[in-house]
């Protein structure tokens, strides 16, 4: 699996947009990029994930690049509840496949 | 609620006791697998089950041996404790296709 490189850590004012950037220059053509997040100390959460194209869903959108290099989720209103670990994974799609986390990006959303 | 559930919660063993983690999901995923998670860092893959009735070393396997005991349910077993295994350990499970996975709640290891 590619590897992937994010900032340590970043500050967003809530309900402002929190723009959370991520490095996989060495991805390879079939390997989706997926974005988890962390809450203090509980189980990470699916939030999205693409292929080549932008994609949205009710949590966040994700954009990437067209050389596929680098991709930024967007939180469009931050909240003090996206206050967490925010991890960009890239990974294959099949049954024996696994994903490799890294040590994320510590999103702090504040009044 | 449909999900992956983990038990126990929480627990503490003295050097050299063994114990089992249970880890079960009720979503009909093949694949499962156990992570553990160190202060201040990030997952790090123990081992995986792709499907009912195979397993693989994950990137930390020494110490642990696992179970898949059926599609349903993936067992961690340490067999001898020891305190570098003091961790949070996280089942999760992942369907078929392009989906990501679902985690559990975690089971907060002390060996003291």
């Known amino acids: 699996d590619a590897k992937t490189t994010q900032p340590t850590s970043m500050d967003c004012a809530e309900g402002r947009a929190a723009n959370l950037p991520c490095n996989h220059s060495?991805?390879?053509?079939?390997?989706?990029v997926y974005w988890y997040r962390q809450i203090h100390s509980q189980g990470p959460q699916y939030i999205i994930h693409g292929l080549k194209n932008n994609e949205t869903n009710e949590m966040a959108s994700l954009i990437i690049t067209e050389d596929r290099k680098s991709s930024t989720l967007i939180l469009p209103h931050a909240t003090l509840r996206d206050t967490a670990v925010y991890y960009c994974?890239?990974?294959?799609?099949?049954?024996?496949?696994?994903?490799?986390f890294g040590t994320g990006t510590r999103l702090q959303v504040t009044l | 609620n449909a999900g992956v559930t983990q038990t126990p919660k929480f627990q503490v063993l003295k050097t050299g006791q063994s114990m089992t983690l249970q880890c079960a999901q009720d979503?009909?995923?093949?694949?499962m697998y156990w992570y553990r998670q160190d202060p201040g860092m990030g997952l790090r893959l123990i081992y995986y089950?792709?499907?009912?009735?195979?397993?693989d070393k994950g990137e930390v396997p020494n110490g642990y041996n696992v179970s898949r005991l059926n599609k349903r349910e993936f067992s961690l077993r340490l067999e001898s404790a020891a305190p570098s295994q003091t961790s949070v350990y996280f089942c999760?499970?992942?369907?078929?296709?392009?989906?990501?996975?679902?985690f559990g709640s975690g089971t907060r290891l002390t060996v003291v």
């Open positions: 060495t991805i390879s053509g079939n390997e989706y």
């Open positions: 994974i890239a990974g294959h799609t099949g049954t024996a496949s696994k994903l490799t």
């Open positions: 979503m009909n995923h093949n694949s």
């Open positions: 089950s792709a499907s009912e009735g195979t397993t």
């Open positions: 999760a499970s992942r369907g078929g296709g392009r989906y990501g996975y679902t």
